[in-house]
């Protein structure tokens, strides 16, 4: 149907978000929303969340197989050699407002990192300079964490902390944050999560990167176009949004009213609900019970926040008032519960996204490429018929006050 011309007087459908509509053939990922089931290349997420790393998912999706140990030791050290950034894209963070939101920032930087990674050479599309294709890879991926990290001093008035070459992604980005020897727990779940929210097949980001990616754009430029459709609170920004609702809750017995509340008023509930599943988020389930295990431990030394306690009566309200419409907590649910466990600001959640993200994206970006065709959706036109030009001094009083 999708793939069929049309002729002189058929009519388009049109849907709305293009729900279902098929935008491309890809390799990187699978989801089956019905039975709750999400594949990086084949490989259940709850394997790699289990088993893998960041940098091994990430050569996952990048290539399509699971490296061989030289591989991805090869990989691993190319990341950490490529985590310091340039002086002069600190200076482009200095000079921005202290207010500036990190998902701003983000977009902001990793946009100009095209004056350092210049593409010119590349412009002629497909796979004519792999060499180039893997470096901005790499120097993209690694930079991320870095500059998500040196932000949230740079906009507290204090120098950033380098990077270090003797800890994992994950380990040096607890370090960048706030320059003490990570915690294993926290290190190993944040780990997890970034495995989990580095690739979730044609969302809205993911299908920006491939847009802006079908016209050859920068790479640089192509990712900063990606976090600007993350940073929206639909998409990306919703973890965010979590916290703030458990915060206006405040303690658990206040959630049965909160909730109902927002019901009645058609509300969202945030953290709840996906479009793709129609069962629970297999990622939050896994980080459920990664959370479980390794709050537990925590809870035990006296570390457990009063968040917590308040999401367990969430879910537990919201699985008997929606459960039989198919609404379950989404990776949102749980992951900004998880941040706010480590300690992190929420102005950091969604960049932490992005982070994990940039894996995923990367991986689309390249798979782009190898059979490109720029994007030229069409439209059903809904407008006037033909219209005849009035001179403005007969056109009367107007009806729009926009000035």
């Known amino acids: 149907m999708f793939g069929a011309k049309l002729t002189l007087g058929q009519s388009m459908q049109y849907i709305p978000g293009l729900a279902g509509v098929p935008a491309t053939e890809s390799k990187i990922s699978f989801i089956d929303g019905q039975k709750g089931l999400l594949t990086y290349r084949g490989y259940d997420i709850q394997e790699l969340?289990?088993?893998?790393?960041?940098?091994?998912?990430?050569?996952?999706?990048?290539?399509?197989?699971?490296?061989?140990?030289?591989?991805?030791?090869?990989?691993?050290?190319?990341?950490?050699?490529?985590?310091?950034i340039k002086y002069n894209i600190r200076q482009i963070m200095q000079n921005l407002p202290s207010t500036t939101h990190p998902m701003h920032m983000l977009q902001v930087v990793v946009a100009s990192l095209a004056s350092f990674y210049p593409s010119t050479e590349y412009m002629k599309g497909a796979s004519?300079?792999?060499?180039?294709?893997?470096?901005?890879?790499?120097?993209?991926?690694?930079?991320?964490?870095?500059?998500?990290a040196n932000w949230?001093?740079?906009r507290n008035g204090y120098d950033p902390i380098e990077p270090r070459k003797d800890l994992n992604y994950a380990e040096?980005?607890?370090y960048m944050l706030n320059g003490e020897e990570p915690d294993k727990d926290w290190a190993r779940l944040l780990d997890a999560i970034l495995i989990l929210h580095a690739e979730h097949t044609i969302n809205a980001s993911t299908f920006t990167t491939m847009v802006t990616g079908s016209t050859l754009a920068n790479p640089c430029s192509v990712i900063a176009s990606a976090i600007a459709s993350l940073s929206g609170p639909l998409h990306g920004g919703a973890?965010?949004?979590?916290?703030?609702?458990?915060?206006?809750?405040?303690?658990?017995?206040?959630?049965?009213?909160?909730?109902?509340?927002?019901l009645a008023k058609k509300q969202v509930i945030w953290g709840m609900g996906h479009r793709?599943?129609?069962?629970?988020?297999?990622?939050?389930?896994?980080?459920?019970?990664?959370?479980?295990?390794?709050?537990?431990?925590?809870?035990?030394?006296?570390?457990?926040s009063k968040a917590f306690e308040t999401a367990k009566e969430v879910e537990k309200i919201c699985a008997e008032l929606l459960g039989h419409k198919g609404v379950y907590p989404n990776v949102d649910f749980y992951s900004g519960i998880l941040y706010k466990e480590m300690g992190f600001d929420p102005g950091l959640f969604t960049p932490i996204f992005a982070v994990a993200r940039s894996a995923g994206w990367m991986a689309h970006w390249r798979e782009q490429l190898q059979n490109?065709?720029?994007?030229?959706?069409t439209q059903v036109y809904t407008g006037s018929g033909k219209s005849c030009y009035i001179p403005v001094e007969k056109r009367g009083q107007g009806d729009h006050e926009f000035l």
């Open 49 to 84: 969340a289990e088993y893998s790393s960041f940098e091994e998912t990430t050569l996952l999706l990048l290539f399509g197989d699971l490296p061989t140990a030289d591989e991805l030791s090869r990989f691993d050290s190319l990341l950490r050699n490529n985590r310091r």
């Open 128 to 148: 004519e300079n792999q060499d180039y294709i893997n470096s901005v890879t790499v120097k993209i991926i690694a930079h991320m964490g870095t500059l998500v």
């Open 152 to 154: 949230e001093h740079v």
């Open 172 to 174: 040096n980005f607890l």
């Open 239 to 262: 973890n965010q949004k979590v916290i703030e609702m458990l915060d206006e809750i405040g303690e658990p017995e206040n959630a049965r009213a909160y909730i109902e509340k927002r």
């Open 276 to 304: 793709e599943y129609k069962t629970k988020d297999p990622r939050a389930s896994i980080l459920q019970k990664l959370s479980t295990e390794i709050l537990a431990k925590k809870d035990g030394a006296g570390e457990l």
């Open 372 to 377: 490109n065709k720029i994007f030229r959706p």
